[in-house]
């Protein structure tokens, strides 16, 4: 990475002047322990789940319509989706739960990626049936409907992506015909590649409420950190601002969801960045550049040994306890700053009664300098530091800190 000027950070912020809004669906998650309510209510989860208690939770994985279907009456195990729901309200608490049923088709129906026009109708019958069985259960707060998963490229090479279009709009058409107020969307993009995005608006989008799409940092653990932390975040923000402009083109009125992001979309081998600092560096500075081009953001995901905020113990990674901070620190309105060190990003939060933060993110393998002077604007009764070292967040007692390399630090007032 480039290394800019003197390794201090002089800081000036305008807390009068908005640049952006936080919220906490930029800082909501995905989570697949749901399918099996024996998991979901286990102790750690519940108590993590609680604390950062995100806006959304989006419901997803590969399995998920075998899981919850029956193989042999081939329709929905109507129980075990009812015992997972239940069981998981104990964990998600208040959260809107944006839902992605099937991610792939049921191997009962078929186990290629293409359909015949039976199994077509099956499956927009399916997403029907549950539909109506979801409207018998506002307890479990389903808000958001996601059709489809990252399934553009086989339709594509096959010359039939309009065909994998008019599906979407058949389940979407069953679905709102059954909940008329659920927010309906997708197409859970691979990437928001130009063709993917502008055949699905063009054919879909007057029928959409929100679009989502997903975007990782490389498919290769042995890319660079420094090459993750800006090319790749750099890259994310082009993608979510070029779905803005031609949904704007279009006249779409719409919500912008990345439903999945994380550093490598490769489960093996186990990158170390999805639970160590240089991870929580990405995903912060992927906040920062997206919160102000989107609705919501879904980290990939809750719990798990390759990408879990917690991992299989239920022990906090690093990357878990940037989102503690996240919800709840870092929403509200975020302030214009001026520094003179363009290797830290700077993420000065008011929140809606009035309390500042500020997240520095140092994105450099270099340590940076930073004292917090009067005036700066914030009157520091805490500051947390993740960095390599971290076991659990270093407290800070002075205003004079050093910003380690690849760290995140907070200071609150």
């Not at 024996?38 to 399995?63: E, F, M, W």
């Not at 029956?70 to 989706?81: A, F, K, P, S």
């Not at 750099?234 to 279009?250: D, F, G, I, N, P």
Request: net charge negative; charged share 20%.
């Amino acid at each position: 990475m480039t290394v800019y000027g003197d390794p201090k950070l002089n800081l000036k912020i305008d807390w009068n002047e908005e640049t952006y809004v936080l919220t906490k669906k930029h800082w909501s998650v995905n989570d697949y322990e749901i399918l099996h309510p024996q998991k979901v209510v286990q102790t750690g989860l519940v108590d993590y789940a609680r604390k950062i208690s995100p806006a959304i939770i989006r419901i997803h994985q590969a399995q998920i319509a075998d899981t919850w279907s029956d193989e042999i009456l081939h329709t929905w195990n109507y129980e075990r989706i009812a015992a997972s729901f239940n069981a998981a309200r104990k964990a998600y608490g208040n959260a809107v739960v944006l839902l992605n049923p099937i991610c792939r088709w049921p191997k009962w129906l078929t186990t290629k990626e293409g359909l015949t026009s039976e199994q077509a109708d099956k499956l927009v019958e399916m997403c029907r049936d549950l539909a109506i069985f979801i409207k018998q259960h506002p307890e479990w707060n389903v808000g958001y409907w996601e059709i489809l998963n990252e399934g553009e490229q086989y339709w594509e090479d096959n010359d039939i992506l309009p065909e994998y279009w008019n599906l979407f709009n058949r389940i979407a058409g069953a679905v709102k015909e059954v909940l008329p107020e659920m927010k309906i969307g997708g197409p859970a993009l691979t990437w928001p590649k130009p063709m993917w995005l502008l055949s699905f608006l063009d054919c879909c989008g007057k029928n959409i409420d929100f679009i989502s799409w997903h975007n990782y940092g490389s498919g290769n653990p042995e890319v660079q950190t420094s090459q993750i932390l800006s090319e790749s975040v750099s890259a994310m923000a082009e993608h979510a601002a070029y779905v803005r402009q031609e949904c704007a083109k279009r006249n779409l009125d719409l919500e912008y969801f990345l439903t999945e992001y994380n550093v490598q979309w490769v489960w093996t081998p186990f990158d170390v960045r999805h639970a160590n600092n240089e991870g929580a560096v990405f995903q912060a500075s992927v906040i920062n550049h997206l919160a102000p081009l989107t609705d919501g953001i879904c980290v990939w995901h809750l719990k798990g040994h390759s990408y879990g905020l917690i991992d299989d113990n239920n022990i906090i990674r690093a990357t878990g306890q940037l989102y503690l901070w996240g919800n709840e620190y870092l929403t509200g309105s975020v302030k214009k700053y001026v520094s003179d060190n363009q290797q830290i990003e700077v993420v000065p939060v008011v929140n809606d009664n009035g309390r500042k933060a500020i997240l520095l993110i140092n994105k450099s393998i270099q340590s940076v300098d930073f004292t917090v002077k009067p005036g700066l604007g914030i009157r520091p009764a805490l500051v947390m530091q993740i960095n390599a070292d971290w076991k659990e967040p270093l407290t800070i007692s002075s205003n004079q800190m050093v910003l380690l390399p690849y760290s995140l630090t907070i200071i609150v007032e």
